[in-house]
């Protein structure tokens, strides 16, 4: 089968169209992206002139339709009602009259992204107050990023769809890896080794108990993890990658049929254990503390969709 139609142009306009807006990455949907951060390009961490690996990322959705041509892209960005956030921005909220389509269906502003891929720069869109933002460090080099990270606030922002203003971003993940699970230090403030991911997510939960981030919510990502569904609970909203679909999951819907040491659950029990229950923290950490700070309800939990099981192994 053909992978091009080169009578397409030849196509009513309004079936062309219809075509496209049919292409268009679900408007109302949450993402995921995948960002590797490099310290060396830029200490804000503005997500924006970073090395992107689009192959798994949300944004690769429509990267397609921003190059096609100049049609594809009018309704892309009519998609997202671009024209729209653009003068809402600019104009005076009191005085600004929204277009009857679009008051009352968009709560989050889009933002973009510079992805950078072989010598090529193209910006996608991204929603940072709904969409999931998953970080890894540039050569595998978390000691530079958290050496440079904005820890007070965790405050990472997305360009808005002009350069006028920044977006924050409100869900920061980590794909969880199983070698987390060894070694694990006898006390969890001993986890921030400053410089790898484990010491990355165990600062960031630091900064939450303080209060300095409260708006940003932690994910933890395991792509191998089996999942049953609750009966008791009405499973969340699909999260999209580029070619995967991905379900918020609590730690008590992971099924185990290997070794439990090695396992997303494990680790995460023996983390909020050490998080909620221990009293052993220096002082200068917890003379910080957030009383109601909880870190199992902090820390969020995403799988595969296709990994579900409809009923547990014996």
């Not at 989050?108 to 460090?137: K, M, N, S």
């Not at 939450?208 to 932690?218: E, M, Q, V």
């Not at 999942?227 to 580029?242: E, I, M, T």
């Amino acid at each position: 089968m053909a992978s091009t139609f080169h009578q397409f142009s030849r196509l009513p306009v309004e079936v062309r169209l219809q075509i496209w807006e049919e292409a268009c990455f679900p408007r109302q949907s949450r993402g995921l992206h995948y960002a590797t951060l490099d310290a060396t390009l830029d200490a804000t961490y503005h997500f924006v002139s970073h090395h992107f690996p689009g192959s798994r990322s949300a944004y690769s959705w429509d990267g397609g339709l921003w190059m096609a041509c100049k049609e594809s892209r009018v309704v892309l960005e009519k998609h997202h009602f671009m024209k729209e956030w653009k003068e809402s921005e600019l104009a005076d909220p009191t005085e600004y009259q929204y277009s009857e389509s679009w008051m009352g269906s968009e709560k989050e502003a889009p933002g973009l992204v510079a992805v950078h891929d072989d010598h090529q720069v193209w910006h996608c869109v991204v929603y940072p107050a709904r969409d999931i933002f998953c970080v890894t460090a540039y050569n595998n080099d978390w000691e530079s990023v958290m050496e440079s990270w904005p820890w007070h606030g965790l405050l990472v922002t997305v360009p808005f769809i002009e350069d006028f203003t920044t977006l924050r971003v409100d869900n920061i993940a980590l794909e969880f890896d199983p070698i987390w699970n060894l070694d694990l230090p006898t006390y969890l403030w001993q986890f921030d080794d400053g410089k790898s991911s484990r010491g990355f997510l165990a600062r960031m939960l630091v900064e939450k108990a303080r209060g300095d981030s409260r708006a940003t919510n932690i994910w933890l990502i395991d792509n191998n993890a089996r999942w049953q569904a609750n009966s008791k609970r009405k499973l969340s909203p699909v999260v999209y990658g580029c070619d995967r679909e991905y379900i918020e999951v609590g730690v008590d819907d992971i099924y185990i049929d290997g070794p439990y040491k090695y396992s997303i659950k494990d680790f995460i029990r023996r983390l909020v254990y050490d998080f909620d229950y221990d009293d052993d923290w220096p002082c200068y950490y917890s003379s910080t503390w957030e009383s109601e700070f909880s870190a199992k309800e902090t820390i969020r939990l995403l799988v595969r969709r296709d990994n579900q099981m409809t009923k547990y192994l014996d």
